[in-house]
């Protein structure tokens, strides 16, 4: 096993095709995974009131939820983004799509938020042909804030829950109904903030936990009085964990300790399966839709990188280097539309408030 180090095999060029100035700091971008709906992009922003344009309430945590479609989409070369609805929230710290649509058969958006919610908005089409989001349900948890949360609904379209970590360290589980939703439980997972909570890909009853006191663990919805194991081989704290939707034995996590790290979940070992430095905290890792040996990686002070696991030597290295970032790298995730010859992705950093949509060759990675 190769780890701690930079390891780069025939780097691939990254082309910045679309640059956003979302006003308010960026720190989420999901594109919408519902057939019909695959250009569709979502960001999310996060900014205290004192720091923002015309602003008298310093306590308020602002944000909005900005929803972009690709323009022109006949020619890759000179893709768009164009903002077609913005929609003024609490500050949004993390946000999903359910990847089948619910309410009135339409996509749905799960947000995590400053002000402790877990909160549900469709995306529809109005009689104008205009796409808009609504708000649909409420989740509060208070006294704390909804730091993350993700779907458990990989395969079945009933009883779908949403999980959610909180800065006080908890998490929590919540059903959703045909037209609601309702906390079903919480414990407490962390000595300090709860930065992530991700399910198992393939099993609904296993849930993942990462937190600031260094602690990465899994849970057994079943019984989560007692976490099924609880690893500290990060140094730092745990801010990004993600199951691989395309071979659910393969979990990605990682940090402010610079490490994205690699584990094999059936048998979880004190130390990872490989692990390579990326010399920036790891805010966010994305698997690959469909491809189990890549992932995408939002690196706070150093852009965003694409990493391949070889399928040999079974070590992770980097292909791929985004640098026009110039603030923190918080948000990334890939483009479901795959009739390209390049895959195409979207990022977004914090202070200098930036949505990016770029690309690669797909014959290259």
Excluded at 207 to 226: A, I, Q, T, V
Excluded at 233 to 261: F, K
Aim: glycine share 4%; charged share 20%.
């Amino acid at each position: 096993m190769v780890s701690g180090f930079y390891l780069y095999i025939n780097m691939i060029s990254t082309n910045t095709i679309y640059e956003v100035d979302t006003v308010l700091h960026a720190d989420s971008v999901e594109w919408c995974p519902i057939n019909n709906y695959q250009d569709y992009l979502l960001c999310g922003t996060y900014q205290l009131k004192s720091c923002a344009i015309k602003s008298d309430d310093t306590d308020s945590r602002i944000g909005c939820l900005q929803l972009y479609q690709i323009d022109n989409k006949c020619n890759q070369e000179d893709f768009k983004l164009k903002r077609v609805f913005q929609l003024d929230v609490v500050g949004v710290l993390d946000m999903k799509w359910c990847n089948q649509p619910l309410l009135e058969n339409m996509p749905t958006l799960a947000t995590a938020d400053a002000l402790g919610s877990v909160k549900l908005f469709s995306l529809y089409i109005d009689q104008h042909e205009t796409a808009k989001m609504k708000n649909w349900c409420e989740v509060l948890n208070p006294n704390s804030v909804a730091l993350s949360l993700d779907w458990s609904s990989k395969h079945c379209i009933k009883d779908i829950q949403i999980a959610a970590s909180y800065s006080n360290g908890n998490l929590g589980l919540l059903k959703v109904c045909e037209s609601d939703a309702v906390l079903l439980q919480q414990w407490n997972a962390h000595s300090f903030e709860a930065w992530i909570t991700a399910f198992n890909s393939e099993n609904d009853s296993i849930l993942y936990s990462g937190g600031d006191d260094c602690c990465f663990r899994g849970w057994d919805l079943r019984c989560p009085e007692h976490s099924l194991f609880t690893n500290r081989s990060h140094d730092m704290g745990v801010c990004s964990i993600q199951s691989c939707p395309s071979n659910s034995n393969l979990l990605a996590t990682g940090g402010y300790d610079e490490h994205v790290r690699i584990w094999d979940a059936r048998a979880m070992r004190p130390k990872p399966l490989t692990n390579l430095k990326v010399n920036g905290g790891v805010w966010r890792v994305k698997w690959h839709p469909k491809m189990k040996d890549v992932l995408a990686v939002a690196c706070m002070h150093n852009g965003c990188f694409i990493l391949h696991r070889d399928q040999v030597s079974l070590n992770l290295c980097s292909r791929a280097h985004y640098t026009n970032h110039q603030s923190l790298a918080y948000g990334i995730d890939w483009c479901y539309l795959d009739n390209f010859e390049s895959h195409f992705l979207a990022s977004c950093s914090f202070y200098d408030h930036k949505l990016c949509l770029w690309n690669l060759n797909k014959q290259l990675l």
